[in-house]
């Protein structure tokens, strides 16, 4: 059940940087009444007090919080985003390779091209909760992954 008010906690955050220039930050909430988490994505610069909230996912919906982070490739900047995903849901992104742009998730929460059911090859998705106190610098290919998160600090 959810809450009528939820009593969000944050988390943590994700810097997204491209080698030492910050991109934007991707943050989390935590509901400490009913577990629901909420997500925002932070750009740089000036914003309004609602910019960038990308809104809540109830416990038990099946669904998590995804970052699918983008390989720049010519007119494309790298870029990391956060989406909304379930088993069998789809995601559909600018990609530097068409095929990439039109994702299923998995059962296991893996991603694979609608197109052919392989792997996408420039983009890379981490699971939201996972990369919080940590950072995604997309400066090389496949992004460099990073959590301060219990288990001490790792590479993803
Ligand atoms: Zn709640």
Redesign the pocket.
Known sequence: M??ET??YLYIGACNVLVGEELLKVLEAWR?R??G?VLAGERPMGPISSTDGILGSIPPNSGERWLVVARQGVGSLPPDAIAVRASPGSRISVDAADPDDSHLIVKQDWSVVREADGSPPRTLRTYDLLSVLKGYIDLSVWPPKAFTLQPGGPRQL
């Open positions: 959810g809450c939820h009593d509901c009444a009913c629901a």
